[in-house]
């Protein structure tokens, strides 16, 4: 993440409180920003402002259009911090960043109570961008990522593993592809006083998809270090993975009662011998391959798209540097 957004984010929050206690709260709500990120969707959101014309710094006539970008990005910024807060609750994580989760650290409630501050202090943010159109864009963007969020928890609650690629890609649409992708690309135009491209959610959404099914390689695959989180940690959760998902209609039935079984047992009851068999028979099968093929044509469908939408913009340069973060995002190894 850039210096300038999270100089932003400690300017917004407060950090002294005369109870200790409220000043856990404080540095709670800061240890997520203050553990980095890669900061892929504000630079998206600041790099999709520079090509529609607004100009770097603050000695110039659009300074204050790059103001409310950095404010926006700001904005968003807060927004994944919080939902990450929240999603490694739901999802009982070990780990996000390369450091215990916020609830393995301070228990349950004190985190959830962090991250609906945080998600209060994300409108105050948005309140300093000062651009009354994008209130609009930050709401479609929660209602799309609760929508795909309660999809995703609902399959785990439910117990339900009858689902095909396509009730896949229309979670990881709507849990991923808005905020990640859609959303960035829409703010930039609006921070420079343009009506978006319709052709961004198209590309976004696509995009998006590629983003999440790489995560879900990485997962598999990726090096801890570099990865940010636990490797295998969807298989312990019980994800239903695009990868999980074509296994399964490969399997053999003593390899699926095998899954069924280990999936049925709640986290801490999981064995790891019989997980690192799972881990083992996806790796073996094929599955992975596939995915990594449906990344690939979602990564060429919204690039393409998205060279289009961007061709007659200002900044041919912006425009060219961000279709290569895009590229970079959709076709992540690391």
Not at 112 to 123: F, K
Not at 191 to 205: K, L, M, Q, S, T
């Amino acid at each position: 993440m850039r210096p300038d957004l999270i100089a932003r984010i400690r300017q917004l929050l407060p950090v002294h409180h005369p109870r200790p206690e409220i000043e856990l709260l404080y540095r709670m709500m800061l240890d997520y920003p203050e553990r980095g990120g890669k900061g892929v969707r504000s630079e998206l959101l600041l790099l999709s402002a520079r090509a529609h014309g607004v100009s770097e710094g603050m000695q110039n006539r659009s300074s204050a259009s790059w103001e409310a970008a950095l404010w926006l990005a700001t904005t968003l910024e807060l927004f994944q911090n919080w939902v990450l807060i929240h999603d490694d609750i739901a999802d009982d994580s070990e780990e996000r960043r390369g450091l215990p989760a916020l609830h393995r650290q301070y228990g349950v409630p004190l985190a959830l109570n962090a991250g609906d501050a945080l998600h209060a202090y994300m409108w105050g943010a948005l309140l300093k961008a000062d651009v009354p159109a994008a209130y609009t864009e930050i709401l479609t963007m929660i209602h799309r990522t609760a929508e795909g969020q309660h999809l995703d928890l609902a399959w785990v609650q439910h117990g339900q593993w009858n689902l095909s690629a396509a009730d896949y890609l229309d979670m990881v649409r709507l849990k991923t592809a808005y905020y990640t992708v859609v959303v960035p690309l829409r703010l930039g135009a609006i921070a420079a006083g343009r009506h978006p491209d319709v052709r961004f959610e198209e590309a976004g959404i696509a995009l998006g998809a590629a983003f999440q099914i790489r995560d879900d390689v990485l997962n598999l695959v990726g090096e801890a270090a570099h990865y940010g989180k636990e490797i295998g940690g969807d298989l312990l959760e019980g994800k239903r993975t695009l990868i999980v998902l074509r296994w399964l209609e490969l399997a053999t039935q003593q390899q699926k009662e095998t899954f069924l079984n280990e999936m049925n047992r709640p986290r801490p009851a999981k064995r790891p011998e019989v997980v690192a068999q799972l881990h083992a028979w996806l790796l073996e099968s094929g599955a992975v391959a596939y995915a990594q093929g449906v990344a690939d044509a979602q990564a060429e469908r919204g690039l393409r798209v998205l060279r289009l939408a961007l061709s007659a913009a200002p900044d041919q340069e912006a425009a060219q540097t961000m279709l290569g973060l895009a590229e970079g995002l959709a076709k992540r190894e690391a």
